[in-house]
Structures are given as C-alpha cells and as structure tokens.
C-alpha cells in the first residue's frame, strides 16, 4: 500500500472507502488486514447507494442437488454475483427481507448470505409455501429493538399425502425474546382458494401486512398492532390479467400484466391505502416486455413475476427462456416517475431448474463477508 493512505486515520480510510461500490470493496478488502477489518467491520458506514435493494434468485432441481444454484444481483454496480451453495434444511424455503425461511417440518431462518440456520420453537401449525414478513416491534425495550420478528400467513398443510385444503391456518408471530408463536386471527375465507406464496403477494406497509390475490384481486391487511384483519376488498385495475402488490417507499404499488385496448403491457399504478383507489403511474417499455418472453408461446406472460422493495421493482421470467431475464423499475420519487432498464444477463453457465425462488433484500456491505476468508463470488456484469 502506498505511504499516503497508511497515513491516513482509520475514520477518513474509513470514510473513503465507504464511497465505493460493492464490487470494488471486495477487491478493497483484501488490500490489506486493515482495510477488511474496517470493511467487514458491522459498524462500516452504509451509504445510499448501498441500500438499494437486491434481486436474489435461487434455482432448485429435483433430482440433483449438484444443480442447484444462486444469484444476487446489485443494482448499484449492476453486477450480478454468484453465491456459494450451501445446504437447505428443505426445497420448500422462501426469502424475505433479508433472511432465508424454511417452514417445514420445523421453521428454522438464515441471513441471505450468511449460511447460518437457526431453528426457533415449532410452529403451532406447521405448513409450507406460507408468506413470511420481517418486521421489528418499536414498542419494545430498546434491548429488544434490533431482533426481527416474524409474521407467518396462510400456507398449506399435509394430512398424509393429501393437503387440507379446507384448513385455513392461523395467522402466527414470532416473538424472539421469548421464542415463542403468538396465535392471531385466520386469513379471511375470501382467500381460501389460494392461500399460499404461489397465489398470494404481501407488503410490509406503515405497520400493516397487505396481502393480495395474485389471480384474484382481493386484498386484506392485518394489523400487526392490533392483530385483527380488514375488510376484504377487489383491486383490480381494468385488464389486469394478474398482478403483485409491492411496498415502494413511501408507497404502495400494483404491478400487473394488462391486457388493454393497445395489446399486452406490464403496468405499475399508485394505490391510496385507505380507499384502495388507483392511479397509473408507469408502462414497461415493450422491448423490455418482450424481451422477457418467447414470442412464439400462447401464454408467454404467464410465467412473468415482480417483486420488490423500497425503490426499486424487478420483473422477471421464471421459466428457463433466455435463462430467466430480468428488468428493473426505480421509482425516482414520490411523485411516481420510473425509470426502466434492462438487468444484465445471470452468467453462464446457468442450469434448467424446476424450482425458482426470488426475493428483493438490502445488503449492507459487512454483510458479504461470510466468515473467515469467505466471500461472495463476484461476476463482473456482462453486456446485453
């Protein structure tokens, strides 16, 4: 290292590198051991360009395990980053928030790139495929403050080789100071004919947890102060074929594929969330649209899927075409404007898998260090 910067305080080398993307403190981190213990350090400085959310994609294969795979895409440096393959305690796990979830047969959770499963007390109702929330109870002490809880919603059960389908499962919290699930009320019986993570979207909103009918259109939150459910209600936009809700900000957004009088479009709208009325706020542009999709295909939108958080909402194919694409939306402001591109291609050589599970997740940068001498593999971008 050159005399300049082994001059330098540790708070000013400290500062600097805080300005760098996540890529170049990869490479930083191992100039020297004071540079990685400064950067893997918990208390490094987070900046905003580093709180922009990830777009992580986990590809599962039935017969081999050896296919597995897993992505993180960084939105910053628009590199997508190849993660090291560990074991999951089943195939039926979700990502939420920055943690892994696994539900069945016991709940057990991980930080996204921290391979370390933690089992907590069963489940009074042990499902799979439910949707998991992350949120942190402000009213607690404020040694309690900085331990996740969880919210588990809806799910299947299995009864032998059969599921129950007539079970609609309590709503259940998990309090980490006391390792325990609280019961709370059921997910209403308008949602009864899916209540799993394949048909339902949800969003962590001003303390509520919404959850919408991906095919249906109904939508309901619960109050994670006062533990009871809203009236159900229809948000359905006119030709929305399917549709997602997200959290964005300051904000709650629908995005859905329309089928209008102009032909197919993936649209994103505003919505008030006490009168559940609608504005459009944003189109995908058509060649990013079709770009998602094989033109020959009947149902091509069918596999399309959206998600995301703050400010920024990825939209992707989850079916092998052209190896799952992506493209991304960032709401610039509150006033809604969006600004659209294209996500780099997943690096080869990516597999067929049976499974897609993906999620969107901050990543602080400490957080890419997994251990000792450990770290995420980067993959430099690749042109389009």
Avoid at 76 to 94: A, E, G, L, V
Avoid at 121 to 142: C, E, M, T, W, Y
């Amino acid at each position: 290292m050159s005399e300049p910067f082994t001059s330098l305080s540790s708070d000013l080398t400290e500062l600097i590198l805080s300005h760098l993307p996540i890529p170049s403190l990869l490479r930083a981190s191992v100039v020297c051991k004071r540079w990685h213990s400064l950067i893997s350090s918990p208390s490094f400085p987070s900046l905003p360009h580093h709180n922009l959310p990830w777009f992580f994609l986990h590809g599962l294969h039935n017969t081999s395990s050896k296919n597995n795979q897993s992505f993180a895409f960084d939105p910053s440096s628009n590199s997508w980053f190849r993660i090291p393959s560990f074991p999951f305690p089943s195939h039926d796990f979700i990502g939420s928030n920055g943690f892994l979830f696994s539900t069945a047969p016991s709940f057990s959770f991980s930080p996204v790139l921290k391979p370390r499963w933690k089992s907590t007390s069963p489940l009074r109702f042990s499902r799979i495929n439910p949707l998991v929330g992350v949120f942190f109870d402000h009213k607690a002490s404020q040694s309690h403050i900085s331990k996740p809880h969880f919210i588990v919603v809806g799910g299947v059960r299995f009864i032998g080789n059969l599921v129950d389908i007539e079970d609609r499962l309590a709503v259940e919290i998990y309090n980490p100071s006391s390792d325990s699930w609280d019961l709370c009320p059921t997910l209403p019986a308008d949602f009864r004919s899916g209540n799993s993570s394949q048909t339902l979207s949800s969003a962590l909103f001003k303390g509520r947890l919404f959850v919408f009918g991906i095919y249906t259109f109904f939508v309901s939150f619960f109050d994670l102060d006062k533990h009871v459910w809203s009236q159900v209600q229809t948000l359905r936009p006119p030709g929305v074929l399917f549709a997602f809700l997200i959290a964005c900000q300051e904000m709650l957004v629908l995005a859905g594929m329309c089928n209008g009088p102009r032909g197919p479009s993936f649209n994103l709208w505003r919505i008030d969330e006490k009168s559940m009325e609608f504005s459009e706020i944003a189109i995908m542009p058509q060649d990013l649209l079709y770009g998602l999709v094989d033109s020959e295909e009947d149902d091509k939108f069918a596999s399309l899927k959206c998600v995301g958080i703050g400010s920024l909402i990825y939209v992707f194919n989850e079916e092998y075409h052209k190896k799952y694409p992506a493209c991304i939306c960032e709401i610039i402001n509150e006033s809604g404007k969006c600004s659209w591109r294209r996500v780099p291609q997943l690096p080869s050589p990516v597999n067929k898998f049976h499974k897609v599970i993906s999620f969107c997740s901050t990543v602080l940068p400490h957080n890419i260090f997994l251990g000792e001498g450990e770290e995420i593999g980067l993959v430099e971008p690749m042109s389009d």
